[in-house]
């Protein structure tokens, strides 16, 4: 059951990586080896941060509070991700951390190290987020960021690789980027129910 939830964590925090790796394919923007690494020890830095404050937060809370407050704070994400896919898309975007597909700013068609360590961070909220979930639930701080990191590194080389093939592609009124939003959001509330039981 434990690496049932470490693979949970991995995917919902990883499932971004690849909407945003489609939409690089797309446009014909390539990541480089040492840009997709530097996204993923990212990914690895923002879930262990989240999953030592998820251990200290269950440390200081008695009886089956952290539980509670894991099902909780899981169920908000989850259900936030949710609403999220179907979130129509703006036209004019202010923040760029809230459309990462976009980082390529010097329009070169690949992501630069200063590109890729913006676009970490934009990609890693969900991490950090997960990882105070996986924390709470006192899973293996090592296992969850590792696998966080590796899940965002293939993620994003899978989803630039398909790109081209799968973007005119939907299921029902989804795209596959926002199918993709939509089922982390159900493995979050999944996650979110094993607490219950």
Same mark, same amino acid.
């Given at each position: 059951?434990?690496w049932?939830?470490?693979?949970?964590?991995?995917?919902s925090?990883?499932?971004? %990586? +690849? *909407?945003?790796?489609?939409? $690089?394919?797309?446009?014909? &923007?390539?990541?480089?080896?040492?840009? %997709?690494?530097?996204?993923?020890?990212?990914?690895?830095? +923002? =879930?262990?941060? *989240? #999953? &030592?404050?998820?251990?200290?937060?269950?440390?200081?809370?008695?009886?089956?509070?952290?539980?509670? #407050?894991?099902f909780? &704070?899981? =169920?908000i994400?989850?259900i936030r991700?949710?609403?999220i896919?179907?979130?129509?898309? @703006?036209?004019?975007?202010? %923040?760029?951390? =809230?459309?990462?597909?976009?980082?390529?700013?010097?329009?070169?068609?690949?992501?630069?190290?200063?590109?890729?360590?913006?676009?970490?961070?934009?990609?890693?909220? %969900?991490?950090?987020?997960?990882?105070?979930?996986a924390?709470?639930?006192?899973?293996?701080?090592?296992?969850?960021?590792?696998?966080?990191? &590796? *899940?965002? $590194?293939?993620t994003?080389?899978i989803?630039?690789?398909?790109?081209?093939?799968?973007?005119?592609? @939907?299921i029902?009124?989804?795209?596959?980027?926002?199918?993709?939003t939509f089922?982390?959001g159900?493995? #979050?509330?999944?996650?979110?129910?094993?607490?219950?039981?």
């Amino acid at each position: 059951m434990t690496w049932l939830l470490i693979a949970g964590f991995a995917i919902s925090s990883s499932i971004d %990586n +690849f *909407g945003v790796g489609l939409s $690089y394919g797309v446009q014909r &923007v390539r990541i480089p080896f040492t840009s %997709n690494a530097l996204i993923a020890a990212i990914c690895f830095i +923002f =879930s262990l941060i *989240g #999953i &030592v404050a998820g251990a200290w937060l269950a440390e200081m809370l008695p009886g089956i509070l952290p539980d509670l #407050i894991a099902f909780a &704070v899981l =169920s908000i994400i989850g259900i936030r991700i949710m609403i999220i896919a179907f979130r129509p898309q @703006r036209k004019h975007q202010a %923040n760029v951390f =809230s459309e990462p597909e976009k980082m390529d700013f010097d329009g070169s068609s690949h992501i630069s190290l200063g590109e890729a360590l913006l676009l970490g961070i934009a990609l890693s909220a %969900n991490a950090l987020t997960n990882g105070i979930g996986a924390g709470l639930l006192a899973l293996s701080p090592i296992a969850i960021a590792l696998s966080a990191a &590796v *899940g965002s $590194y293939i993620t994003l080389s899978i989803g630039v690789g398909l790109g081209t093939k799968l973007a005119g592609v @939907r299921i029902g009124k989804m795209s596959v980027g926002q199918f993709g939003t939509f089922m982390s959001g159900v493995i #979050i509330l999944l996650i979110a129910a094993t607490r219950l039981f």
